[in-house]
């Protein structure tokens, strides 16, 4: 994993690695002060928050290891990657969700003058979320909106609506919430379109910010249990993810960082 174009004393520390794929040790402060400060010296880059899925998919597809390394900054979303770090002897702080990114990072934006684009979701959910963000974080600044149809990455010509419509509008940061890998191939695609910009992969976050779906209490997200939330919320779509990938990949993970100590 590289970290941006910033000098070496602004990098982020010695990075952890689980199965492969390194993690910047960053509490989410430490992590949006990263990208607020790379903007100040005029350098772009791609956030990738973690989760357990998506290092599941990165250990099984190697070309999907690949696409996540290209990131100038990955951390961990998620409970599991962090409880697996403290096993393995090389802890991460704390859980960098992107979830609750693009509302802190929103926030911290508009304190320090950027604009923010949303990129993704269900139909017409950008366009509700930046109505929310603008409310809840007065003085933020929504350069744009967009909800690329489904087969959009089939489409060269939705997809050169995408980068025309960033051209124009010149976003400081922009969500992108299309689902991994979808989304992370995207950026890949996008950030010479607009390279002084910091691109953050975000999944399903608009539809929290809108309430579509409704995230688990905080305290559930502590004790690493906010995918039992979700599942319950949307059981055909996540019920396989979770329960026949994620936890007896959860379980390989331990052992693996168990392992490592144990070296």
Same mark, same amino acid.
């Given at each position: 994993? #590289?970290?941006?174009?910033?000098?070496? =004393?602004?990098?982020?520390?010695?990075? $952890? $690695?689980?199965? =492969?794929?390194?993690?910047?040790?960053? $509490?989410?402060?430490? #992590? !949006?002060?990263? /990208?607020?400060?790379?903007?100040?010296?005029?350098?772009?880059?791609?956030?990738?928050?973690v989760n357990l899925d998506v290092l599941r998919q990165t250990v099984e597809d190697p070309a999907l290891n690949r696409l996540v390394a290209q990131a100038d900054l990955a951390v961990a979303d998620g409970m599991p990657l962090v409880w697996a770090s403290r096993l393995q002897g090389q802890p991460l702080p704390a859980r960098v969700a992107g979830s609750t990114l693009v509302r802190t990072l929103s926030e911290r934006a508009a304190?320090?003058?950027?604009?923010?684009?949303?990129?993704?979701?269900?139909?017409? /959910?950008?366009?509700?979320?930046? /109505?929310?963000?603008? $409310?809840?974080?007065?003085?933020?600044?929504?350069?744009?909106?967009?909800?690329?149809?489904?087969?959009?990455?089939?489409?060269?010509?939705?997809?050169?609506?995408?980068?025309?419509?960033?051209?124009? #509008?010149?976003?400081?940061?922009?969500? /992108?919430?299309?689902?991994?890998?979808?989304?992370?191939?995207?950026?890949?695609?996008?950030?010479?379109?607009?390279?002084?910009?910091?691109?953050?992969?975000?999944? !399903?976050?608009?539809?929290?910010? #809108? =309430?579509?779906?409704?995230?688990?209490?905080?305290?559930?997200?502590?004790?690493?249990?906010?995918?039992?939330?979700?599942? !319950?919320?949307?059981?055909?779509?996540?019920?396989?993810?979770?329960?026949?990938?994620?936890?007896?990949?959860?379980?390989?993970?331990?052992?693996?960082?168990?392992?490592?100590?144990?070296?």
């Amino acid at each position: 994993m #590289t970290v941006g174009h910033a000098p070496a =004393g602004d990098a982020p520390p010695r990075t $952890t $690695t689980l199965m =492969g794929l390194g993690l910047a040790p960053l $509490t989410e402060e430490q #992590t !949006i002060e990263h /990208v607020l400060d790379a903007l100040d010296r005029g350098d772009g880059g791609w956030l990738c928050p973690v989760n357990l899925d998506v290092l599941r998919q990165t250990v099984e597809d190697p070309a999907l290891n690949r696409l996540v390394a290209q990131a100038d900054l990955a951390v961990a979303d998620g409970m599991p990657l962090v409880w697996a770090s403290r096993l393995q002897g090389q802890p991460l702080p704390a859980r960098v969700a992107g979830s609750t990114l693009v509302r802190t990072l929103s926030e911290r934006a508009a304190a320090r003058d950027r604009s923010v684009y949303l990129l993704g979701g269900n139909q017409g /959910v950008a366009a509700e979320a930046a /109505v929310r963000l603008r $409310t809840d974080y007065p003085g933020l600044r929504i350069a744009g909106h967009r909800c690329p149809p489904f087969g959009f990455e089939r489409d060269a010509r939705e997809r050169e609506a995408i980068a025309g419509d960033l051209r124009r #509008t010149n976003p400081d940061i922009v969500f /992108v919430g299309l689902g991994f890998p979808k989304q992370d191939k995207l950026i890949v695609d996008l950030r010479s379109v607009l390279p002084g910009a910091w691109f953050v992969s975000c999944g !399903i976050s608009f539809s929290f910010v #809108t =309430g579509e779906i409704q995230r688990a209490p905080v305290l559930v997200q502590r004790l690493g249990l906010e995918w039992v939330s979700r599942m !319950i919320q949307e059981p055909r779509r996540l019920g396989r993810r979770y329960l026949v990938d994620g936890l007896p990949f959860a379980a390989r993970l331990a052992l693996s960082s168990l392992r490592l100590r144990s070296r």
